[in-house]
């Protein structure tokens, strides 16, 4: 099956530092999806992207669906960016990368 | 608009006993919908895929007669796991999308305490 990779596995920052996180796949994919888990649980929808760039507030996302890999900025971090932040992969059924677990400090 | 609703948010269980858990798409249809478990500091594991009207296909290494699953409507699957045991303590969630267009919507998700 697909193969999704996310680096880097940890990532503690300053707050209001800049960051980016990666994502590759193996294979072409119909859909790519950014989420954060906050602590609860909740997986939070931040981009719908399967190719191209999208800018939401301080985060944006870029995916190269030619070179399969996808990048997630984001910019002035705060505390409440902290968590978990997967790439998941569509071909069919949604297939997950391992995360990266983000630590903003005041 | 694409809303996922899960039930119960969370569960305590007594081993041997049985534990229904509930996934609703609010305001769409879905034809599909899909199961996941999450064990602590660990990814998200496809478990399953429920389709209206027809029988699940599980994932590999996943016991379809332990994890029992139901989607008799085009807003409804179900999950239940029989006959519960500690290790099957875990975060389970569900997902659906009505289109391609908005991608895959997630419910809230149930942790699962068997005791």
């Known amino acids: 099956g697909i193969q999704v990779e996310q680096s880097p596995p940890d990532l503690i920052l300053q707050e209001g530092a800049n960051s980016t996180l990666r994502c590759n796949f193996s294979?072409?994919?119909?859909?790519l999806q950014w989420f954060h888990q906050n602590p609860w649980g909740q997986l939070i929808n931040l981009f719908y992207?399967?190719?191209g760039t999208k800018q939401n507030g301080r985060l944006s996302a870029t995916t190269v669906a030619t070179e399969r890999y996808s990048l997630l900025y984001i910019s002035s971090s705060q505390t409440t960016d902290s968590g978990v932040y997967f790439c998941a992969v569509e071909q069919g059924d949604m297939r997950f990368g391992a995360g990266t677990r983000l630590t903003v400090k005041p | 608009g694409a809303v996922v609703s899960q039930h119960p948010s969370w569960v305590i269980c007594k081993s041997g006993t049985s534990v229904k858990i509930e996934c609703r798409s609010l305001d769409f249809q879905a034809t599909t919908m899909f199961w996941y478990r999450q064990f602590p500091k660990q990814s998200l594991m496809l478990m399953a895929t429920?389709?209206?009207?027809?029988?699940?296909?599980?994932e590999q290494g996943v016991e379809k007669d332990k994890f029992l699953i139901n989607h008799a409507s085009l807003t409804l699957s179900t999950l239940t796991v029989t006959s519960a045991h500690p290790e099957d303590s875990s975060f389970y969630i569900c997902s659906a999308s009505p289109t391609g267009v908005y991608g895959y919507t997630f419910g809230s998700g149930t942790r699962l305490t068997v005791v």
């Open positions: 294979d072409s994919v119909n859909n």
């Open positions: 429920s389709n209206e009207g027809s029988k699940a296909t599980y």
């Open positions: 992207i399967p190719s």
